[in-house]
């Protein structure tokens, strides 16, 4: 059975303004995510990442209201009945600005807070946040303010809070936005430790296509709220004409391969710096 399924998905949010009609957003989103997967979601501004996102763990619609049409199961937990509380337990999300899920004064605190929301025990708690934060490379600030911290050290303590939670299913919605590329690698270094060391499903938005083409299992792109392309890196990577008509970028490698297809007739697909240099070398060394 699959951790995450999505079946016929379509949500609009209520209108801003009375009389106004609702807002379409997601229009027959189908998917299914396995245990220990990371799959990243790509995808324009405005076509609906976010809001899958929170339809995930039920505050889609529970707390939006708006239109809900279509099933969305976690952990065969329907997200449209089971209370986002007890969803909180299995399905951990973290958002861009992770300032805004910080609600204490001390980062140990900040982590504990989930894991205290959920009754655990006092003794469990200490040794969820001493795991969480060693998990993120964080153990030693648990006792400086988390607003005293860089943006890829607040984003490493937002995963800490859930992590501390012990999810099954674990969401990021953008969380390298913003960051520099110290502060990306870290997130990303966090995120990838954490599907080969603890076995977490993974679902990631992000735009940033040489990561994703480094890091994930698989790729959905979103577009016009449905489901355009899902598959491997490698293959969502290979239609290209398509990605740029959506507006999404591909890695720079996957786009010299497509350039060097399309002048010389080869067939090479690259996802990154040393496939690419092995693939060229190679084929110059059989020209000589």
Not at 37 to 52: A, D, H, N, R
Not at 81 to 86: D, F, G, L, Q, Y
Not at 113 to 130: K, Q, T
Request: hydrophobic fraction near 45%.
């Amino acid at each position: 059975m699959p951790v995450v399924s999505v079946s016929n998905l379509h949500y609009s949010y209520p209108p801003l303004v009375d009389g106004q009609p609702p807002a379409s957003v997601l229009r027959g989103v189908d998917l299914e995510i396995a245990r220990g997967e990371f799959v990243s979601i790509m995808g324009p501004t405005g076509v609906g990442k976010t809001t899958l996102c929170l339809a995930l763990n039920g505050i889609v619609p529970q707390s939006t209201g708006g239109i809900f049409r279509g099933d969305v199961e976690v952990c065969g937990m329907n997200t449209k009945h089971t209370p986002v509380a007890t969803l909180a337990a299995t399905v951990g999300i973290v958002f861009q600005d992770p300032e805004s899920q910080f609600f204490n004064m001390t980062v140990e605190d900040e982590v504990a807070f989930g894991a205290e929301s959920l009754g655990v025990p006092p003794a469990e708690i200490v040794e969820r946040v001493d795991w969480a934060l060693e998990t993120v490379g964080m153990a030693e600030y648990c006792r400086r303010s988390p607003l005293q911290l860089s943006g890829g050290q607040k984003q490493r303590v937002a995963i800490a809070s859930i992590l501390a939670m012990y999810p099954r299913v674990l969401v990021l919605d953008e969380p390298t936005s913003g960051l520099d590329p110290v502060g990306k690698a870290d997130v990303f270094r966090v995120v990838r430790g954490l599907k080969q060391r603890h076995d977490v499903t993974i679902v990631m938005v992000e735009q940033n296509a040489e990561q994703i083409a480094e890091f994930s299992d698989r790729v959905i792109v979103l577009n016009e709220g449905v489901v355009a392309l899902d598959g491997a890196p490698r293959d969502v990577f290979a239609r290209a004409e398509l990605m740029a008509e959506i507006g999404l970028a591909i890695p720079q490698v996957s786009e010299l391969a497509m350039l060097h297809n399309r002048a010389f007739g080869t067939e090479f697909s690259f996802l990154d710096v040393d496939e690419a240099a092995a693939g060229l070398l190679g084929e110059l060394e059989r020209s000589l």
